[in-house]
């Protein structure tokens, strides 16, 4: 008996659950759960199926898309630890937090690596026997930077997505789209404000009652990517942006660690800018 | 073309959803929205699907009934106004919150009527147009007190919900039998916790920084039917009982309001004193 | 036995808990609460005190101002109803919860009047015996539309706070600065994301997880007046954006009744673009 | 120049406020921050200061308790890292939040060993070069099992506070005793609901839609000691009592980590089974 993850991304026409389900049928298969969403503005149908029973997953594959109207994609996922490296800078909480999740074995990962342009977290990293390396970007144009970093991600076989803990340098559109909707970032504010430098000073500057952190897929237009989780919290006219930056520390971390745990058990498509999330 | 909801309680058995939707396949039915749970522990399965097309809604439910297992119960639901009672005493905030969503046409729902045991709430409803009927209690045991609100309950063909929007006085068994599953209430804590009379006070007693409000299902255990919404709000030590029952008001309303709207979009089954909510 | 609530803001110097508490102490005033805060940056000092006692008002602000700084203001304040006007334009939830509220009694205000430049609010309003006046903006140009509406509030003796429960006109500054620090607006988006027109439909086009609204005061730059209360609600995939339109207004009119409640109680002070709420 | 924290609890009377602060005063000493709180019912005043200057803070203690009416406590603390001792069975969120902070530089705390009755925890621990002690509980009765534990603990000269971090044995009044006030504990449900074992199981059994986490000072009665704080999360039909239980981890090393904050930043006052935290 195996357990698969179907993931089905297809134009809407009428009777594709009845499609799909009979296929599950037709092989015996249980339906552990079930998630399907209609963007009507679109016309996208999707779909997302736990299912167990004794079937080959390519074969299972191949006759989903056989009756799927054409230019859908599906796929039929064999769930399994997945690959990540970790990129960050030189705060611990949001790395640290994600250690600490995968040292309880909460996270479906490997983490391959954390990839770093400083060497201030090196310590922490390798208490956990996880590779720590430091790609420093001084004196290097950002794209002979990013090189030297893509040479050492594409040093392993299989990367599934790349996790910036507080990577705190912009990434040019060649290395976006080299990692293309595997790149998940946390922004320490609730997107779309305060976009890009030190947004806790922006939200102090503002006198904002509330501040936040967005964990999202990286696209070529600053914090523009698909959002993938928010969360706030208050806070108050005394606290000073320093204080901002501390208490959104919690919130940071939280809202990466939900962001990626959602990707890890393949709950979250995008499209069109957005997510949909099962 | 109509639009029906379609909610299904079935033991769980393999081929459910492909036996559903081949019917709504085969009555050239558009699923607008589907909802799946299975409950692991009972064995059930609880399925609700909004549908359109042009088909006849008995014929629809007794062609789902025929490929359901046996024990199964199925409800095909043409969305119109239902018909709910209010019970209150003499607060007015979340009776005041249900008019005004009324009047600004967000419920589905007919008000019928406002009954109290009081009048203190009468020049508040009689601004809506909504007739309000005194039952006082006094001089009268609590068997006969409810006889007279049975009697005027069951004066109206058809009643879908009461709504205890702070009705302070216990239902007894025989009043909670005949309306089953139609009586919503509104308790002033986060249930279990703070059962029975003024909560706010145990709360304050208790020193929680937390204080809540819970909408549910009144069955013949005081406080113990199913819970439909459940909502917290933070309070601290300088909170007097009286502040946290002036702060409560909020939560309670909204809750209340929430799970009314959720029973009046038929989103909720009850089953072994839970709600499964789609 | 009078209350009183005495709010100071004042250039910091050490010294002045002591200086003030020496006068409450000196007319032997019973302090029931008490707040302070320090803005470092801009060295300012904000202090809020309810006392009560046997005192002047009139003597004890003078006392009291004697021993501040120069450039220092202080205010005492006898609770009283303060005078609203509530301008609103076609949506009833804001204002409906305004007036559940006035007429529970829950808060320290008179509404003198409804402004809209519609009549659909109207059948609402009048069932609360409250004054409701139509001034159409159609056919004016907007200066003078609006000074319809200031010889319409200017008719009154004594006006408080204006309400915008969703007035849905943007203000020319001469009508912001006839009533400075006297607009509170509630804007529908976590301010300051969403500025201007339909921030739902932004909201549902970035994509984002949380929707939220912001009370604020009305200055001369859109949406950009100092914030006094936010709030937000979780939203996914699934929502449309008039799900968020609608979903949002309970945000929308708990955020503006709270913001409402802070500055009949004096609790705000407005410094540089921000508030300071104890 | 040093910086103090005052703590002082007192009868209430009339012109503490002004007594203190003419200290302050008197000394030369800035306010930095000043929180007051009267409990009317128990008649008791509280306050926290922080102030800095040049001052003998034995000197400050004396002088303030000089003015102050008999039986009251006041404490003039100098900021520095408190000692404190975790306590853990098997779970790692809790204490591995607490780890990451400490190596973050979070928290004002020197962490002085983790003592378990299992050696499950030991692998994470050795890696901060903390020391982990195993002082398992087979084969001994409760009390003997705890006099172990006591004599490690006081083989530590200065302890200040002994953190529970799902620390799964219930303590005996000899123990609690031994430690008043001193003892955080986390319990993983928003007391006072599901005192005792397994609250998960009890919350999925009850049906509820939020479960949460109460931090606490721990006294003779299990789970009735001091709130700290409190926090809950929203969960629906779907979750299984383990789903809760892993979903309830997020909340409980945050409720924990701020409780343990508050404490460590001399905020908490216990008072009554109470906490006033300023």
């Not at 490997?110 to 990293?125: H, Q, R, T």
């Not at 340098?169 to 909707?181: A, G, M, N, Q, S």
């Not at 520390?249 to 069109?272: G, H, T």
């Amino acid at each position: 008996m195996s357990q698969y993850r179907i993931l089905i991304e297809a134009n809407d026409e009428k009777g594709l659950v009845h499609k799909v389900s009979s296929i599950f049928y037709g092989y015996d298969l249980n339906i552990l759960s079930n998630s399907e969403y209609v963007d009507n503005e679109n016309n996208k149908f999707f779909m997302r199926s736990v299912v167990d029973g004794i079937v080959d997953g390519v074969e299972l594959e191949k006759s989903i898309n056989d009756i799927l109207p054409s230019k859908s994609t599906v796929r039929v996922i064999y769930p399994k630890k997945k690959n990540i490296i970790i990129m960050a800078t030189k705060e611990l909480h949001a790395l640290g937090d994600i250690l600490i999740r995968h040292e309880a074995g909460e996270l479906e990962a490997n983490i391959l690596a954390v990839v770093s342009n400083y060497d201030a977290l090196e310590s922490l990293v390798s208490k956990f026997d996880i590779p720590y390396i430091t790609i420093s970007h001084e004196g290097l144009e950002r794209p002979a930077h990013e090189s030297k970093i893509i040479e050492y991600i594409d040093s392993f076989e299989d990367v599934d997505y790349i996790v910036l803990a507080k990577y705190m340098r912009i990434l040019t559109p060649r290395f976006v789209e080299t990692y293309k909707d595997k790149i998940i970032n946390i922004h320490h504010s609730f997107l779309p404000a305060f976009i890009g430098a030190n947004p806790y000073k922006q939200a102090y500057d503002r006198g904002v009652k509330i501040i936040g952190a967005t964990a999202h897929f990286v696209n070529n237009n600053l914090d523009e990517g698909p959002i993938i989780a928010q969360e706030v919290i208050h806070v108050d006219h005394a606290y000073s942006w320093k204080d901002m930056q501390r208490s959104g520390k919690d919130v940071e971390k939280v809202v990466l660690s939900r962001a990626l745990k959602l990707a890890l058990e393949d709950r979250i498509f995008v499209f069109a800018n957005k997510t949909v999330i099962f």
